[in-house]
């Protein structure tokens, strides 16, 4: 994954956030909510291949949002000193990005994302009963919505790691902190004709760079 060292120098800024306060080890079963800041980026391509030679544009743009999500999930027993969490997550904000198109016109190309699905995996090292810190992997869906003059995917896939720290928070509620990057499949879309070319031809590869605090509540 790339820029993982923008990864662990936000874990260690949430870890600030977190804070301890039970004896009692959230396992089992559990229900959570959180708030994300998330900032996306595309590197994005723009090729018009009516020109001689073929036209090829570069860049890079971003975005960044705020977003909220649910989570539900089983977690082993946190007296032993390796663990595991696994879970589904829903992430319903929705973040966009906007390309200028190189072909003469005025169209533009946006890019929206929204509605995250995650299936993940974490295994976990249990510090105490009260602390734990993990890796996640997780394997996202992604809903999207393309505006413009152009083919319109509706969906795409992408990989997640991520770093954090689990705190025990009374007899049931826990404290998660979470830094992460998601890494989409590349994108592509053609102009339709009637605003832009059919002969040109966007690409970009989506890239969320989060950091995440949520609270849990273990049955």
Do not use: C
């Not at 003469?104 to 009260?130: H, K, Q, R, W």
């Not at 007899?171 to 102009?191: M, R």
């Amino acid at each position: 994954m790339k820029k993982l060292t923008t990864t662990l120098f936000g874990l260690f800024a949430l870890l600030a956030l977190t804070s301890n306060a039970s004896a009692f080890s959230a396992s089992g079963l559990y229900l959570e909510v959180g708030s994300s800041a998330i900032g996306s980026e595309l590197d994005g391509k723009i090729t018009e291949t009516a020109t001689t030679p073929n036209e090829t544009t570069t860049g890079q743009v971003g975005k960044t949002a705020v977003t909220a999500s649910y989570a539900i999930g089983f977690m082993t027993d946190r007296s032993r000193k390796l663990g595991l969490d696994l879970g589904y997550a829903r992430m319903p904000g929705e973040a966009s990005i906007k390309s200028n198109t190189t072909d003469g016109t005025t169209s533009n190309v946006t890019f929206e994302i929204s509605d995250v699905d995650e299936t993940y995996i974490a295994p976990m090292l249990n510090i105490t009963e009260d602390a734990s810190v993990y890796l996640k992997f997780g394997w996202n869906s992604t809903d999207i919505k393309i505006t413009g003059d152009t083919t319109k995917p509706t969906s795409m896939d992408g990989d997640t790691l991520a770093l954090g720290t689990i705190m025990s928070w009374g007899s049931n509620l826990y404290i998660k902190t979470e830094a992460g990057i998601t890494d989409y499949d590349k994108l592509t879309v053609t102009g339709l004709g009637s605003g832009i070319a059919t002969t040109t031809t966007v690409s970009a590869t989506p890239t969320v760079h989060y950091g995440k605090i949520a609270i849990g509540y273990k049955f």
